[in-house]
T-cell receptor
Framework: DTGVSQDPRHKITKRGQNVTFRCDPI?????LYWYRQTLGQGPEFLTY????????KSRLLSDRFSAERPKGSFSTLEIQRTEQGDSAMYLC???????????FGEGSRLTVL | TQLLEQSPQFLSIQEGENLTVYCNSS?????LQWYRQEPGEGPVLLVT?????EVKKLKRLTFQFGDARKDSSLHITAAQPGDTGLYLC???????????FGKGTKLTVNP
């Protein structure tokens, strides 16, 4: 399967713990995106990479959030000191060029107790 | 303030009915995409519209991009239960790499 894969699919954690999500994009796609989706809402943009460079970050991405794409391939999204408001589906997507289809993974659902 | 407003937010219809959902904005987009999302899954692209006034058909689905490239509509003919899902529009403003999504229209087609 050459689609976008995300891991883990589900994560339940206690408030204050750190969590990390991983995304493996489609191999020939140099653009990688992280979105957050809460119940009843559309995906909200968090950040975007072109190759290994993080080129844009949303104001939604507080100091507790950090994303990396060290070798321009897979990416990680870490949330430190989780809060209940962080509970959401975290979606990763990739695309080949700046216009064109976003291919989404199945998402990582985070529940903070 | 939501950049892309989708309406209606919820729609429940019977199999065989026609429906139209809307995506409106005060901003101009270089392109607009429609996605469909099923529960527990990521969104999947249905169509991209680029030219103002453009109409694209995908089997029973007809997509239209407004002349001013600020709005779009999705019309489904003879809806089927398999059409059930969350329909999202997303706009590309050209100057930014990010795709901005609306909140979606949750469609339920009852058999």
């Amino acid at each position: 399967d050459t689609g976008v894969s995300q891991d883990p699919r589900h994560k339940i954690t206690k408030r204050g713990q750190n969590v990390t999500f991983r995304c493996d994009p489609i191999s020939e796609h140099n653009r990688l995106y992280w979105y957050r989706q809460t119940l009843g809402q559309g995906p909200e943009f968090l950040t975007y990479f072109q190759n290994e460079a993080q080129l844009e970050k949303s104001r939604l991405l507080s100091d507790r959030f950090s994303a990396e794409r060290p070798k321009g391939s897979f990416s990680t999204l870490e949330i430190q000191r989780t809060e209940q408001g962080d509970s959401a589906m975290y979606l990763c997507a990739s695309r080949r060029r700046n216009t064109g289809e976003l291919f989404f993974g199945e998402g990582s659902r985070l529940t903070v107790l | 303030t939501q950049l892309l407003e989708q309406s209606p937010q919820f729609l429940s219809i019977q199999e065989g009915e026609n429906l139209t959902v809307y995506c409106n904005s005060s901003s101009v987009f270089s392109s607009l995409q429609w996605y469909r999302q099923e529960p527990g899954e990521g969104p999947v692209l249905l169509v991209t519209v680029v030219t103002g006034g453009e109409v694209k058909k995908l089997k029973r689905l007809t997509f239209q991009f407004g002349d001013a490239r600020k709005d779009s509509s999705l019309h489904i003919t003879a809806a089927q239960p398999g059409d059930t899902g969350l329909y999202l529009c997303a706009g590309d403003q050209g100057g930014s790499e990010k795709l901005v999504f609306g909140k979606g229209t949750k469609l339920t087609v009852n058999p």
